[in-house]
Nanobody
Framework: QVQLVESGGGLVQAGGSLRLSCAAS????????MAWFRQAPGKEREFVAR????????YYADSVKGRFTISIDNAKNTVYMQMNSLKPEGTAVYSC???????????????WGQGTQVTVSS
């Protein structure tokens, strides 16, 4: 069993930055790949970024490439996402997920946090 708790969301102006954290607990954390997804009001959940447990493999959605950076600290059981140059269309609930498959689809991930709201004002 893995428990995930996100933090770091908030209100920021367009062009600003936020850093999201996802703290994981559970004895099997080291076996999971980690990812961030987001869901805007009235829209489907979409993939944002993923990282392998070792941190050696990372992949971003085209919409955030060059602006977002995902990282993992296994000593702290925490995944981070640094978000720079935020845009109003980035307003969404951001959730971290853990899974045994290094995938892009939400149904490939087994455990989810409760999400943290990110609001980007124009």
């Amino acid at each position: 069993q893995v428990q995930l708790v996100e933090s770091g969301g908030g209100l920021v102006q367009a062009g600003g930055s936020l850093r999201l954290s996802c703290a994981a607990s559970g004895r099997t954390f080291s076996a999971y790949a980690m990812a961030w997804f987001r869901q805007a009001p009235g829209k489907e959940r979409e993939f944002v970024a993923r990282v392998s447990r070792s941190g050696g493999s990372i992949y971003y959605a085209d919409s955030v490439k060059g602006r977002f950076t995902i990282s993992i600290d296994n000593a702290k059981n925490t995944v981070y996402m640094q978000m720079n140059s935020l845009k109003p269309e980035g307003t969404a609930v951001y959730s971290c997920a853990a899974g045994r498959v290094y995938g892009l689809r939400s149904n490939e991930y087994d455990y989810w946090g409760q999400g943290t709201q990110v609001t980007v004002s124009s």
